[in-house]
Protein backbone atom coordinates (compact mmCIF):
# COMPACT_ATOMS: atom_id res chain seq x y z
CA UNK A 1 0.00 0.00 0.00
CA UNK A 2 1.39 3.30 -1.02
CA UNK A 3 1.03 6.15 1.65
CA UNK A 4 2.39 8.54 -0.01
CA UNK A 5 -0.59 9.68 -2.01
CA UNK A 6 -2.67 9.77 1.19
CA UNK A 7 -0.45 11.53 2.94
CA UNK A 8 -0.02 14.13 0.58
CA UNK A 9 -3.87 14.68 0.00
CA UNK A 10 -4.12 15.41 4.31
CA UNK A 11 -0.89 17.84 3.83
CA UNK A 12 -3.12 19.59 0.56
CA UNK A 13 -6.29 19.24 2.82
CA UNK A 14 -4.52 20.86 6.07
CA UNK A 15 -2.73 23.70 3.83
CA UNK A 16 -6.25 24.65 3.01
CA UNK A 17 -7.52 24.28 5.78
CA UNK A 18 -5.03 26.44 7.58
CA UNK A 19 -5.79 29.37 4.40
CA UNK A 20 -9.23 28.98 5.40
CA UNK A 21 -8.85 29.53 9.06
CA UNK A 22 -6.30 32.20 8.05
CA UNK A 23 -8.78 33.87 6.10
CA UNK A 24 -11.89 33.06 8.62
CA UNK A 25 -9.82 34.62 11.25
CA UNK A 26 -9.46 37.98 9.29
CA UNK A 27 -13.17 37.42 8.84
CA UNK A 28 -13.69 37.85 12.53
CA UNK A 29 -11.09 40.26 13.48
CA UNK A 30 -12.61 42.35 10.86
CA UNK A 31 -16.62 41.99 12.23
CA UNK A 32 -15.07 42.38 15.86
CA UNK A 33 -13.63 45.40 14.41
CA UNK A 34 -16.79 47.11 12.49
CA UNK A 35 -18.57 45.53 16.28
CA UNK A 36 -15.81 48.33 17.92
CA UNK A 37 -16.83 51.01 15.64
CA UNK A 38 -20.11 50.77 15.87
CA UNK A 39 -20.13 50.79 19.81
CA UNK A 40 -18.54 53.59 19.71
CA UNK A 41 -20.93 55.16 17.30
CA UNK A 42 -23.42 53.99 19.41
CA UNK A 43 -21.27 55.54 22.41
CA UNK A 44 -21.14 58.90 20.82
CA UNK A 45 -24.69 59.05 19.97
CA UNK A 46 -25.66 58.47 23.33
CA UNK A 47 -23.30 60.63 25.03
CA UNK A 48 -24.84 63.49 22.39
CA UNK A 49 -28.34 62.43 22.68
CA UNK A 50 -28.12 62.77 26.75
CA UNK A 51 -26.23 66.34 26.67
CA UNK A 52 -29.34 67.01 23.97
CA UNK A 53 -31.92 66.20 26.90
CA UNK A 54 -29.74 67.51 29.35
CA UNK A 55 -29.80 70.99 27.39
CA UNK A 56 -33.26 70.51 26.59
CA UNK A 57 -34.21 70.46 30.58
CA UNK A 58 -32.43 73.67 31.09
CA UNK A 59 -34.15 75.14 28.46
CA UNK A 60 -37.41 73.98 29.60
CA UNK A 61 -36.39 75.22 33.24
CA UNK A 62 -35.49 78.65 31.56
CA UNK A 63 -38.42 79.04 30.04
CA UNK A 64 -40.50 78.15 33.01
CA UNK A 65 -38.63 80.43 34.90
CA UNK A 66 -39.44 83.42 32.19
CA UNK A 67 -42.86 82.37 31.52
CA UNK A 68 -43.57 82.62 35.88
CA UNK A 69 -41.43 86.14 35.55
CA UNK A 70 -43.69 86.92 32.50
CA UNK A 71 -46.56 86.73 34.60
CA UNK A 72 -45.67 88.44 37.17
CA UNK A 73 -44.79 91.36 34.81
CA UNK A 74 -48.55 91.06 32.85
CA UNK A 75 -50.20 90.92 36.46
CA UNK A 76 -48.24 94.07 37.29
CA UNK A 77 -49.07 96.00 34.35
CA UNK A 78 -52.78 95.34 35.06
CA UNK A 79 -52.53 96.71 38.22
CA UNK A 80 -50.88 99.60 36.77
CA UNK A 81 -53.43 99.77 34.24
CA UNK A 82 -56.14 99.90 36.91
CA UNK A 83 -54.28 102.52 38.65
CA UNK A 84 -54.06 104.38 35.55
CA UNK A 85 -57.62 103.87 34.84
CA UNK A 86 -58.89 105.28 37.67
CA UNK A 87 -56.40 108.21 37.23
CA UNK A 88 -57.84 109.31 33.81
CA UNK A 89 -61.00 108.90 35.79
CA UNK A 90 -59.92 111.46 38.66
CA UNK A 91 -58.71 113.69 35.39
CA UNK A 92 -61.73 113.35 33.62
CA UNK A 93 -63.82 114.30 36.95
CA UNK A 94 -61.19 117.29 37.94
CA UNK A 95 -61.45 118.40 33.90
CA UNK A 96 -65.45 118.60 34.35
CA UNK A 97 -65.00 120.59 37.28
CA UNK A 98 -62.50 123.19 35.63
CA UNK A 99 -64.66 123.42 32.79
CA UNK A 100 -67.75 124.10 35.32
CA UNK A 101 -65.80 127.29 36.80
CA UNK A 102 -64.71 128.37 33.75
CA UNK A 103 -67.99 128.04 32.34
CA UNK A 104 -69.27 129.87 35.43
CA UNK A 105 -66.90 132.24 35.18
CA UNK A 106 -67.79 133.30 31.70
CA UNK A 107 -71.18 132.69 31.68
CA UNK A 108 -71.70 134.17 35.08
CA UNK A 109 -73.17 132.66 37.89
CA UNK A 110 -76.25 130.70 37.21
CA UNK A 111 -79.37 132.22 38.25
Known sequence: MDLEP???FILQQQAKFHGDLT???????????QQLDFNQMVS????EYSAALMALAENQKQIQEDHKALSL???EMGDNLKALSLKVGEMGDNLNALIAIVDGQIRGPKQ
Do not use: C
Not at 23 to 33: C, M, S, T
Not at 44 to 47: L, M
Open 73 to 75: KVG
Open 23 to 33: ELAGVVNRIAQ
Open 44 to 47: GFHQ
Open 6 to 8: AIE
